[in-house]
Nanobody
Framework: QVQLVESGGGLVQPGGSLRLSCRAS????????MAWYRQAPGKERELIAR???????KYGRAKQDRFTVSRHNGYNTVYLDMGSLTPEDTAVYYC??????????????WGQGTQVTVSS
């Protein structure tokens, strides 16, 4: 069984920074693309950024120069560094990953989400 567990969310003041982490664990053969999404109240879930196992990044349409995605393959972990946060960044942030559990079997997985609230 595979799990994605996010951490690092919380309450931050406007202008502040946060680092989100997401670690994949369980019966894993390899982790391919990992990504971060977010969903604000009343809005659709949107892609923030995706990163391949080789480190190639692709940012979503709402590219935020304030956000940087990275990963540590040895730990099966993806990070999202967010800076200059504004109340509009308030959302639930979700981790997503394409994971092979064997050499041939793969599936797409979601984390449970971590709340980020930007407020004074």
């Amino acid at each position: 069984q595979v799990q994605l567990v996010e951490s690092g969310g919380g309450l931050v003041q406007p202008g502040g920074s946060l680092r989100l982490s997401c670690r994949a664990s369980g019966s894993i053969s390899s982790v391919r693309d990992m990504a971060w999404y977010r969903q604000a109240p009343g809005k659709e879930r949107e892609l923030i950024a995706r990163i391949s196992a080789g480190g190639r990044t692709k940012y979503g349409r709402a590219k935020q120069d304030r956000f940087t995605v990275s990963r540590h393959n040895g730990y099966n972990t993806v990070y999202l560094d967010m800076g200059s946060l504004t109340p509009e960044d308030t959302a639930v942030y979700y981790c997503n990953a394409d994971i092979y559990t064997t050499l041939w079997d793969s599936a797409n997985y979601w984390g449970q989400g971590t709340q980020v609230t930007v407020s004074s």
